[in-house]
């Protein structure tokens, strides 16, 4: 960026970098009718049928190129649709568009045709809440079988009765069904959800053409554990914090823990003390470590096709990582570790031992990498395998929400860590990777190149701690037992997890408890770009563009 | 030398045609024995090991002296499965793919000279086309795969039986003519002549006899040979057939209990029929030193399975359309030209 002109800024941006949210009211003019204070992004109230406008006037001429949630939720009065709008070069320019919709004709006008990412997040919002979204290409239930009865998160839903969907009502859900219909040269395939590359229970219904792939469709929805229900059933302060390393099981948890509490902690005004911040950025790293080591062990595994040499290598490493997280957490999956306010314990003792582990690991790391890379990025079977397929075009990502490696796979200079600083990122050397070959091979490259650069943050970590004084050794701010934030409290809040932008948004009722919960899924978004990626190549590239995805169906269904 | 029913027609107390067909059944019981065993041996326990020592883990160690005991277990436990037969499935084309795999692997082995052990010449029946026979069989095992593909009405396994015949058409052509470039130089197809053929001392370094093996004579035939073989038996990085995590398991998918086991053993007999294959045509047979023919044949089927075990855990699989590009473009140039200078040399120099 530092080579370009310097460029005007956006409209409805201050000289020193900050939203000016009156230029941006003065450039929807009438379109906005309310505003809302949101905590870091103001709302704007806006006319159900006014929102493919008002979002493309945004991101045509203010910039706000990155849709990274809709979250919709019912109010006593209304249905409330909210639009989480960001900017890939700065996402700490946040603006969120509400959109209220009457409770008796729940119908707003759908955002898909400016953001493609908006395609699946209304389809969810439909399925859960039952907001109708005009004009969607598609509206059908994306998490919930299609003959469920009901919107689960809307008012008058009754829970306690148990739905049972006998097989033969159920809709089948392996019925063909394709854009090509009646093509006596296509053949219609059900790849999953039992499938040996599917790294979980995805199910693609794809239409091939001879071995080419003519249309593809990801149907999920077999790992839905309703955890947005649950996180809105449970108290902020201790009862929500197990759930995030449900989400991205694979060995990501304290990354999602991260998620949760930087939400609550900035929507209850907590200040986490340095000490527990620089525990967690390295706590964190080592989870990112082990969660690529994980994404690339496996997207090997989907070119070689059996249980080869990188894959237990992958694993083996990894599972010298779960031992320190092990030592440090008292966990090995599910750490739980985190606190609002801190985290759960100090260093485990004799500190000595646990520095000597860990720096025993980063020692080791570089040879490690160097034979991943021998063994994948050099080889050029595998080479021939992976660069120039699955291609994803830098504007389609953006468009479709991609983030994480996925995005910066595509040239997109996009991390949270750096541009919407927390933890103890912003006071630690290391670079944020990015890679311009689009393709598979870049976003395995950058996973890859990632866990360099997390070995580095763990280094000064490592160092941090050593040198601490230890009477300032302070793991815990201080929190109320029962948190209770503000009424009406509303927050979207979002760090860089293993896959990509893990996001939280949160509104409170003067309760304990939140009375919406969404997450914001990295996976969700990412799996969204697997037709671009996918049609008119091959079934093999196909299961290689699943790979380097790199989803993880816990994140995507939650 | 006499063959293996030769002799044991010496020891019948009867003569006529009688006996020659009991000594021919039990000649070929025996051999067929022999190859189970071997292939029992490395189906379920001698995998595990080798894929185990190329991914950094230990593999079964429980059962038994070296986890040795896993083939009972295993022969158990794959012999008391249910057999699932899918609605639709086309029999009997269904039932029959399996035993064409696992036999016309086994019958390839009627002509190969193993050696002899003890005295007993373990080679079966000598004709004079003996190559071309091996050959025939080798591929009729792709029979097997398309049937099993197309007669189980599954779309993997659809799949799984076309990129079998893809891959077989790329690579049945290079295969065979790089082996009509070694019958150029035995001058025969007798399998017995091209071992012989290969026994005369080449040159002579240090004092040691190097044997004119046509890998020596001609070795860039004989790598040729071994890239197409591994795609002949289907293995990384031409397991295309099968490539689980793409199609599943291939023409395999609907396959289940002892349909499975043979599909299973027809591979690993035809992985150690290719190197039998190659053993003849290029590594002089059971030719060696010290140890009985017999034992070193079996060494040089072992080196070769082991190869493609290496292969297997350390090579990526490329995608169909780059093998046949790799089959067509490349191998079956490659063959050619092979083929061409061998003619040319053998006729003019030789």
Same mark, same amino acid.
């Given at each position: 960026?530092?080579?370009?002109?310097?460029?005007?800024?956006?409209?409805?941006?201050?000289?020193?970098?900050?939203?000016?949210?009156?230029?941006?009211?003065?450039?929807?003019?009438?379109?906005?009718?309310?505003?809302?204070?949101?905590?870091?992004?103001?709302?704007?109230?806006?006319?159900?049928?006014?929102?493919?406008?008002?979002?493309?006037?945004?991101?045509?001429?203010?910039?706000?190129?990155?849709?990274?949630?809709?979250?919709?939720?019912?109010?006593?009065?209304?249905?409330?649709?909210?639009?989480?709008?960001?900017?890939?070069?700065?996402?700490?320019?946040?603006?969120?568009?509400?959109?209220?919709?009457?409770?008796?004709?729940?119908?707003?006008?759908?955002?898909?045709?400016?953001?493609?990412?908006?395609?699946?997040?209304?389809?969810?919002?439909?399925?859960?809440?039952?907001?109708?979204?005009?004009?969607?290409?598609?509206?059908?239930?994306?998490?919930?079988?299609?003959?469920?009865?009901?919107?689960?998160?809307?008012?008058?839903?009754?829970?306690?009765?148990?739905?049972?969907?006998?097989?033969?009502?159920?809709?089948?859900?392996?019925?063909?069904?394709?854009?090509?219909?009646?093509?006596?040269?296509?053949?219609?395939?059900?790849?999953?959800?039992?499938?040996?590359?599917?790294?979980?229970?995805?199910?693609?219904?794809?239409?091939?053409?001879?071995?080419?792939?003519?249309?593809?469709?990801?149907?999920?929805?077999?790992?839905?554990?309703?955890?947005?229900?649950?996180?809105?059933?449970?108290?902020?302060?201790?009862?929500?914090?197990?759930?995030?390393?449900?989400?991205?099981?694979?060995?990501?948890?304290?990354?999602?823990?991260?998620?949760?509490?930087?939400?609550?902690?900035?929507?209850?005004?907590?200040?986490?003390?340095?000490?527990?911040?620089?525990?967690?950025?390295?706590?964190?790293?080592?989870?990112?470590?082990?969660?690529?080591?994980?994404?690339?062990?496996?997207?090997?595994?989907?070119?070689?096709?059996?249980?080869?040499?990188?894959?237990?290598?992958?694993?083996?490493?990894?599972?010298?990582?779960?031992?320190?997280?092990?030592?440090?957490?008292?966990?090995?999956?599910?750490?739980?570790?985190?606190?609002?306010?801190?985290?759960?314990?100090?260093?485990?003792?004799?500190?000595?031992?646990?520095?000597?582990?860990?720096?025993?690991?980063?020692?080791?790391?570089?040879?490690?990498?160097?034979?991943?890379?021998?063994?994948?990025?050099?080889?050029?079977?595998?080479?021939?395998?992976?660069?120039?397929?699955?291609?994803?075009?830098?504007?389609?990502?953006?468009?479709?929400?991609?983030?994480?490696?996925?995005?910066?796979?595509?040239?997109?200079?996009?991390?949270?860590?750096?541009?919407?600083?927390?933890?103890?990122?912003?006071?630690?050397?290391?670079?944020?990777?990015?890679?311009?070959?689009?393709?598979?091979?870049?976003?395995?490259?950058?996973?890859?190149?990632?866990?360099?650069?997390?070995?580095?943050?763990?280094?000064?970590?490592?160092?941090?701690?050593?040198?601490?004084?230890?009477?300032?050794?302070?793991?815990?701010?201080?929190?109320?037992?029962?948190?209770?934030?503000?009424?009406?409290?509303?927050?979207?809040?979002?760090?860089?997890?293993?896959?990509?932008?893990?996001?939280?948004?949160?509104?409170?009722?003067?309760?304990?408890?939140?009375?919406?919960?969404?997450?914001?899924?990295?996976?969700?978004?990412?799996?969204?770009?697997?037709?671009?990626?996918?049609?008119?190549?091959?079934?093999?590239?196909?299961?290689?563009?699943?790979?380097?995805?790199?989803?993880?169906?816990?994140?995507?269904?939650? | 030398?006499?063959?293996?029913?030769?002799?044991?027609?010496?020891?019948?107390?009867?003569?006529?045609?009688?006996?020659?067909?009991?000594?021919?059944?039990?000649?070929?019981?025996?051999?067929?024995?022999?190859?189970?065993?071997?292939?029992?041996?490395?189906?379920?326990?001698?995998?595990?090991?080798?894929?185990?020592?190329?991914?950094?883990?230990?593999?079964?160690?429980?059962?038994?002296?070296?986890?040795?005991?896993?083939?009972?277990?295993?022969?158990?436990?794959?012999?008391?499965?249910?057999?699932?037969?899918?609605?639709?499935?086309?029999?009997?084309?269904?039932?029959?793919?399996?035993?064409?795999?696992?036999?016309?692997?086994?019958?390839?082995?009627?002509?190969?000279?193993?050696?002899?052990?003890?005295?007993?010449?373990?080679?079966?029946?000598?004709?004079?086309?003996?190559?071309?026979?091996?050959?025939?069989?080798?591929?009729?095992?792709?029979?097997?795969?398309?049937?099993?593909?197309?007669?189980?009405?599954?779309?993997?396994? %659809? !799949? @799984? #039986?076309?990129?079998?015949?893809?891959?077989? =058409?790329?690579?049945?052509?290079?295969?065979? $003519?790089? +082996?009509?470039?070694?019958?150029?130089?035995?001058?025969?197809?007798?399998?017995?002549?091209?071992?012989?053929?290969?026994?005369?001392?080449?040159?002579?370094?240090?004092?040691?006899?190097?044997?004119?093996?046509?890998?020596?004579?001609?070795?860039?035939?004989?790598?040729?040979?071994?890239?197409?073989?591994?795609?002949?038996?289907?293995?990384?990085?031409?397991?295309?057939?099968?490539?689980?995590?793409?199609?599943?398991?291939?023409?395999?998918?609907?396959?289940?209990?002892?349909?499975?086991?043979?599909?299973?053993?027809?591979?690993?007999?035809?992985? %150690? !029929? @290719? #190197?039998?294959?190659?053993?003849?045509?290029? =590594?002089?047979?059971?030719?060696?030193?010290? $140890?009985? +023919?017999?034992?070193?044949?079996?060494?040089?089927?072992?080196?070769?399975?082991?190869?493609?075990?290496?292969?297997?855990?350390?090579?990526?699989?490329?995608?169909?359309?780059?093998?046949?590009?790799?089959?067509?473009?490349?191998?079956?140039?490659?063959?050619?030209?092979?083929?061409?200078?061998?003619?040319?040399?053998?006729?003019?120099?030789?």
């Amino acid at each position: 960026m530092s080579l370009e002109e310097p460029q005007a800024p956006d409209v409805g941006v201050t000289g020193e970098g900050d939203l000016d949210y009156d230029a941006l009211e003065d450039l929807l003019g009438d379109n906005v009718v309310d505003r809302e204070q949101h905590e870091n992004a103001e709302g704007f109230v806006i006319r159900p049928d006014e929102v493919e406008e008002t979002l493309s006037t945004l991101k045509e001429e203010a910039g706000f190129d990155h849709l990274s949630s809709v979250t919709a939720q019912e109010y006593q009065d209304r249905y409330e649709s909210i639009y989480h709008l960001k900017k890939f070069d700065d996402p700490t320019q946040e603006l969120s568009v509400v959109v209220p919709t009457a409770r008796d004709d729940p119908v707003s006008e759908s955002a898909a045709g400016v953001f493609d990412t908006a395609e699946w997040h209304e389809r969810e919002a439909y399925d859960l809440v039952g907001i109708e979204y005009e004009g969607h290409p598609d509206l059908r239930r994306i998490l919930l079988p299609e003959t469920w009865q009901g919107h689960p998160l809307s008012q008058d839903y009754n829970q306690d009765k148990p739905q049972i969907v006998p097989l033969r009502e159920h809709a089948n859900p392996m019925e063909e069904k394709t854009k090509i219909p009646d093509d006596p040269d296509t053949m219609f395939v059900n790849i999953g959800p039992h499938h040996p590359a599917t790294h979980g229970v995805l199910h693609v219904k794809t239409t091939l053409d001879g071995e080419q792939i003519a249309d593809l469709d990801p149907d999920i929805g077999y790992l839905h554990r309703c955890e947005e229900q649950m996180c809105q059933q449970s108290t902020y302060r201790h009862q929500i914090m197990p759930y995030p390393d449900r989400w991205d099981y694979i060995s990501a948890g304290i990354l999602n823990e991260w998620a949760y509490a930087r939400a609550a902690e900035d929507m209850a005004d907590i200040e986490v003390p340095e000490y527990a911040q620089v525990i967690r950025t390295m706590s964190a790293e080592l989870c990112r470590i082990a969660a690529h080591l994980l994404a690339v062990g496996t997207f090997a595994l989907d070119i070689y096709g059996d249980f080869t040499a990188i894959f237990m290598y992958a694993i083996r490493d990894r599972e010298v990582i779960q031992n320190i997280l092990e030592d440090l957490t008292g966990q090995r999956l599910m750490f739980n570790y985190m606190r609002l306010g801190g985290v759960a314990w100090d260093l485990p003792e004799p500190r000595e031992d646990f520095f000597e582990q860990t720096r025993d690991f980063l020692d080791e790391l570089p040879d490690r990498l160097e034979e991943y890379h021998n063994l994948l990025t050099s080889n050029e079977i595998f080479q021939m395998r992976v660069i120039d397929t699955g291609v994803l075009p830098p504007e389609q990502a953006k468009s479709f929400g991609a983030t994480g490696p996925v995005a910066r796979g595509s040239g997109i200079d996009y991390d949270l860590r750096r541009d919407d600083p927390y933890g103890y990122y912003d006071e630690l050397e290391w670079d944020v990777i990015t890679e311009d070959g689009c393709d598979n091979f870049s976003r395995a490259l950058v996973r890859l190149k990632e866990m360099e650069q997390s070995g580095r943050i763990i280094e000064q970590c490592l160092d941090l701690l050593e040198d601490w004084p230890e009477e300032d050794r302070e793991i815990q701010a201080n929190v109320p037992r029962t948190l209770k934030p503000e009424p009406d409290t509303e927050i979207y809040r979002a760090v860089e997890g293993a896959k990509g932008e893990l996001g939280i948004y949160m509104r409170s009722d003067g309760t304990d408890k939140p009375a919406r919960f969404k997450i914001r899924s990295p996976c969700f978004c990412n799996l969204q770009t697997l037709p671009v990626m996918s049609e008119g190549e091959y079934i093999p590239d196909m299961i290689a563009s699943l790979g380097s995805l790199d989803i993880v169906l816990g994140e995507v269904d939650r | 030398m006499q063959l293996l029913p030769e002799q044991i027609m010496g020891i019948l107390p009867f003569g006529g045609v009688g006996a020659e067909v009991v000594a021919s059944l039990i000649a070929a019981a025996i051999i067929g024995t022999i190859m189970l065993t071997n292939t029992a041996l490395a189906g379920p326990w001698a995998k595990r090991k080798i894929t185990a020592a190329f991914t950094d883990r230990i593999a079964v160690n429980r059962i038994g002296p070296f986890g040795l005991l896993i083939i009972v277990a295993d022969a158990v436990r794959l012999l008391s499965k249910e057999l699932i037969v899918p609605e639709g499935v086309d029999r009997p084309a269904w039932d029959l793919a399996p035993l064409i795999i696992a036999s016309t692997a086994l019958l390839g082995f009627s002509v190969i000279p193993m050696g002899s052990i003890v005295g007993i010449n373990m080679h079966l029946a000598d004709p004079e086309a003996g190559l071309a026979l091996v050959f025939a069989f080798a591929s009729m095992a792709s029979v097997g795969l398309v049937m099993a593909g197309y007669a189980s009405n599954n779309k993997f396994s %659809f !799949l @799984g #039986g076309l990129r079998a015949v893809a891959q077989n =058409l790329a690579y049945e052509i290079p295969l065979i $003519l790089t +082996g009509v470039s070694v019958v150029i130089f035995a001058e025969t197809l007798q399998m017995s002549e091209i071992v012989a053929a290969q026994q005369e001392t080449l040159f002579t370094v240090a004092g040691i006899a190097v044997p004119s093996w046509y890998a020596i004579v001609n070795p860039f035939a004989f790598v040729l040979f071994v890239i197409a073989n591994l795609a002949e038996v289907g293995r990384n990085p031409f397991d295309i057939p099968e490539a689980p995590t793409e199609i599943v398991a291939g023409y395999q998918t609907e396959y289940s209990s002892v349909y499975f086991v043979l599909i299973y053993l027809g591979e690993f007999i035809h992985i %150690f !029929l @290719g #190197g039998a294959i190659i053993a003849t045509l290029f =590594l002089g047979g059971p030719a060696g030193p010290a $140890l009985p +023919g017999f034992i070193w044949f079996m060494i040089k089927i072992w080196a070769v399975f082991l190869f493609t075990q290496w292969a297997r855990s350390a090579v990526p699989r490329v995608r169909i359309d780059q093998l046949i590009e790799i089959g067509w473009k490349g191998m079956l140039v490659l063959a050619f030209a092979n083929l061409f200078l061998t003619a040319v040399i053998v006729g003019v120099v030789l």
